[in-house]
């Protein structure tokens, strides 16, 4: 019996794999359309049209591609149509981000970016899981939009949204649409709209685990208001509201190399020394990346985060293993998946060179969500400082996130602490610190590492995060030599150090032993997301006892997977 066909419109915007999975996951075959000629149009009967990155380059890719005329055409003929993440801001009339651009105009509201300053200070871009507050009359008659669950988290990446006002909220479902909304700190935006044909989504279902999967199934099987369960109107006042909206974000990571027999294999270094202390010095063997993938995702990550760290130097890019590992890894773990090493301007053995952007594409097209830079980010940082605090456009930092947005780029930052008896010595952005140095020293300082920590540079990880949101980084990753592999808690003070250099979300990493430190750097410091390994890796705990353990001491994380 052939399968059902669905169609997704593809502009080249980003990581479409992940969406063709879900979609296959569920039972159907997929067929893209890059073409506006393309003869599918006319006869699909259901459509996606998924966006990511900078609304101006979407847009301007949907129309150089011409297919503003053949999708009004589609949607007249009253056939059903789903938008995702930008998929649903280009509807709408138009977005700071890009004011010369003007969107599609069914959903007449601009829309603007976050507020970084609400609440006093909060992380934009708005990244992770939130919920979804249904229409109120639709949640009275027992029955909910599209399968979204009232207690279920979504994953939001995105750093500009349709903010509501009420009278602007009444007038949207006045003409017609039906509003689901969300909550970022005290601005309320629009997270999933419908009318008649037209549904769309501010959150991307592909990576919402098994609740995001109930919400692409509801649209498939035109599902508009499907019935909801008692157990899905009940309320826990027992789990804590964040001030956000957002979870406390559990991220597993893997560090991935070849072994010296030259197979794939996870690994876990003390300090970045990944070789046993054992006589025959080999590389610590800690199993599959795929598999260890899927383990985390059943176990409820909320990421996964693969960190390439010998980056497959001698393979040809389009060859390289770690886009195979992306490709299988997409297949069964729908939530975000983030690559690192390699992410540059390269040359192929054959003599080929390939832009970091032609990489990052690559990445973005086997199915990883974002990309992480290390070392280019130091001499991007560098170079930042040499040219008057400007940018020159062309490194990775700035190629990728003008392209796929600044959330498609975290920077990875691999720091390493000083000390210093008076600030006034260094350059550098000081701390007084809790833990006096060797000699008695109050204060201290973080220096920049690269070449996994091979090198140290003339450089404050302060000074870098400021240089790299600058630059467009749109995530930190918070690394510490002195804390890896110690399973003794996270550096508190390099975390909220690096806090105060930028508004943009930082994922606490390294140190983490057992699942009080998790509570412990979400309880003491500003971080968005804490990151764990090698307790994972060695099975000492899953991510399920450290969620577990979390809603325990009254945490809000996402249940489930």
């Known amino acids: 019996m052939s399968k059902e066909v669905v169609f997704v419109i593809d502009v080249e915007s980003g990581n479409l794999r992940s969406l063709q999975n879900a979609i296959e996951h569920l039972g159907y075959e997929v067929e893209f359309i890059r073409d506006a000629a393309d003869e599918n149009l006319k006869t699909a009967t259901k459509l996606f049209l998924p966006g990511v990155g900078n609304y101006g380059h979407f847009l301007n890719q949907f129309l150089a591609k011409g297919f503003l005329e053949p999708l009004k055409e589609y949607i007249d003929s009253g056939r059903p149509l789903m938008g995702i993440c930008v998929g649903l801001q280009a509807f709408f009339t138009g977005s700071s981000e890009s004011p010369d651009t003007e969107g599609l105009g069914y959903i007449p509201l601009q829309l603007t970016k976050f507020n970084p300053n609400d609440l006093g200070g909060k992380s934009v871009p708005h990244i992770g899981w939130n919920s979804v507050q249904i229409d109120r009359k639709i949640l009275d008659s027992g029955k909910t939009l599209y399968g979204i669950s009232p207690h279920s988290k979504y994953y939001f990446v995105h750093s500009y949204a349709a903010i509501l006002s009420e009278p602007e909220k009444q007038s949207l479902e006045a003409d017609g649409w039906t509003l689901s909304t969300s909550r970022y700190g005290t601005e309320e935006f629009v997270s999933a709209i419908a009318k008649d044909n037209l549904f769309a989504t501010q959150f991307h279902p592909e990576k919402s685990g098994a609740a995001g999967l109930a919400v692409i199934n509801s649209f498939l099987r035109g599902e508009k208001f499907s019935p909801?369960?008692?157990?899905?109107?009940?309320?826990?006042?027992?789990?804590?509201?964040?001030?956000?909206?957002?979870?406390?974000?559990?991220?597993?990571?893997?560090?991935?190399?070849?072994?010296?027999?030259?197979?794939?294999?996870?690994?876990?270094?003390?300090?970045?020394?990944?070789?046993?202390?054992?006589?025959?010095?080999?590389?610590?063997?800690?199993?599959?990346?795929?598999?260890?993938?899927?383990?985390?995702?059943?176990?409820?990550?909320?990421?996964?985060?693969?960190?390439?760290?010998?980056?497959?130097?001698?393979?040809?890019?389009?060859?390289?293993?770690?886009?195979?590992?992306?490709?299988?890894?997409?297949?069964?773990?729908?939530?975000?998946?983030?690559?690192?090493?390699?992410?540059?301007?390269?040359?192929?053995?054959?003599?080929?060179?390939?832009?970091?952007?032609?990489?990052?594409?690559?990445?973005?097209?086997?199915?990883?969500?974002?990309?992480?830079?290390?070392?280019?980010?130091?001499?991007?940082?560098?170079?930042?400082?040499?040219?008057?605090?400007?940018?020159?456009?062309?490194?990775?930092?700035?190629?990728?996130?003008?392209?796929?947005?600044?959330?498609?780029?975290?920077?990875?930052?691999?720091?390493?602490?000083?000390?210093?008896?008076?600030?006034?010595?260094?350059?550098?952005?000081?701390?007084?610190?809790?833990?006096?140095?060797?000699?008695?020293?109050?204060?201290?300082?973080?220096?920049?590492?690269?070449?996994?920590?091979?090198?140290?540079?003339?450089?404050g990880a302060w000074e870098l995060c400021y240089a790299c949101e600058k630059l467009g980084a749109g995530e930190i990753l918070c690394n510490c030599i002195d804390k890896d592999g110690s399973n003794s808690g996270y550096d508190l003070e390099l975390i909220d150090y690096i806090k105060s250099a930028t508004k943009l979300p930082v994922i606490a990493s390294s140190g983490a032993g057992n699942p009080s430190h998790f509570e412990e750097v979400f309880r003491k410091t500003e971080t968005d997301a804490a990151l764990g390994a090698g307790m994972f890796h060695r099975g000492e705990y899953t991510v399920k006892e450290v969620k577990d353990f979390l809603t325990r001491s009254g945490l809000l994380v996402r249940t489930g997977k």
Do not use: W
Not at 282 to 305: H, I, S
Not at 405 to 425: C, E, L, M, N, T
């Open 228 to 459: 909801l369960s008692a157990a899905d109107l009940q309320v826990d006042d027992s789990i804590e509201v964040t001030p956000t909206g957002l979870t406390r974000r559990i991220i597993a990571c893997l560090d991935v190399r070849t072994n010296d027999s030259g197979d794939l294999v996870v690994t876990k270094g003390d300090q970045y020394d990944v070789r046993e202390k054992s006589e025959s010095g080999d590389v610590r063997n800690l199993g599959k990346p795929v598999e260890m993938a899927e383990k985390y995702y059943q176990q409820g990550a909320d990421e996964v985060t693969f960190l390439n760290i010998t980056s497959f130097r001698n393979s040809p890019i389009k060859d390289a293993p770690m886009l195979e590992v992306l490709k299988r890894a997409a297949e069964t773990v729908f939530v975000p998946l983030t690559v690192g090493g390699g992410i540059k301007d390269v040359v192929d053995p054959d003599g080929t060179k390939v832009p970091a952007l032609k990489v990052a594409t690559l990445y973005f097209r086997a199915g990883a969500d974002k990309v992480s830079i290390g070392t280019d980010a130091v001499l991007a940082a560098e170079e930042f400082y040499k040219n008057n605090e400007k940018g020159t456009g062309l490194t990775p930092i700035e190629t990728i996130s003008a392209s796929y947005g600044v959330q498609a780029v975290v920077i990875s930052v691999d720091p390493k602490r000083f000390y210093v008896a008076d600030p006034s010595k260094t350059p550098y952005k000081t701390i007084k610190t809790k833990f006096p140095g060797p000699n008695g020293e109050n204060y201290c300082y973080y220096k920049v590492t690269s070449q996994g920590g091979r090198n140290v540079h003339d450089l």
